[in-house]
């Protein structure tokens, strides 16, 4: 395996990767997230390039992370499981209480390794079905 580098990384730098992975069939833009400002965006660098990207969003202490992405080529090595299992280790650092996502709905069994639990929270976005996941925490 290749040397692994998960580091906080600027809002923008999540862009190409979103795009890439999640929409590469809509305008660039859509990937962008009006409040990307105020979120803590994490890079995994697999031999030095930027394979995967989240970004996390707290309203107190409950953290939200959107835009979860590995780049095809990278997926099935388990980067993914690194990255989230970093956010979820962040995120107790500040007491949190709950981490949840907009899952898609293909990825469940993905978050159910980690102890998410699917809620009856459901929504369609540009085709593609939706499900609130929650993981409580135990601090």
């Known amino acids: 395996m290749q040397e692994i580098q998960i580091e906080q990384i600027r809002p923008d730098l999540t862009w190409r990767v979103r795009h890439e992975v999640m929409y590469p069939d809509l305008p660039f833009d859509v990937i962008k997230l009006a409040n990307d ?4 965006h994490f890079g995994l660098f697999a ?4 394979t995967s990207v989240v970004s996390l969003f707290n309203k107190g202490n ?17 980067y993914g499981s690194l990255l989230l299992n970093h956010i979820i280790n962040y995120v107790k650092t500040f007491d949190a209480v709950k981490l949840w996502c907009n899952a ?15 809620t009856d929270k459901i929504s369609t976005s540009n085709g593609i079905d939706f499900v609130i996941m929650e993981l409580e925490l135990n601090n």
């Not at 400002?37 to 803590?40: K, L, P, S, Y």
């Open 37 to 40: 400002d105020d979120g803590i």
């Open 104 to 118: 898609r709905v293909s990825a469940i069994p993905f978050y159910n390794k980690f102890g998410f639990i699917e």
């Open 62 to 78: 409950i953290y939200q992370f959107r835009k979860f992405a590995t780049l095809a080529e990278s997926q099935g090595k388990g």
């Open 47 to 50: 031999g030095n390039k930027l």
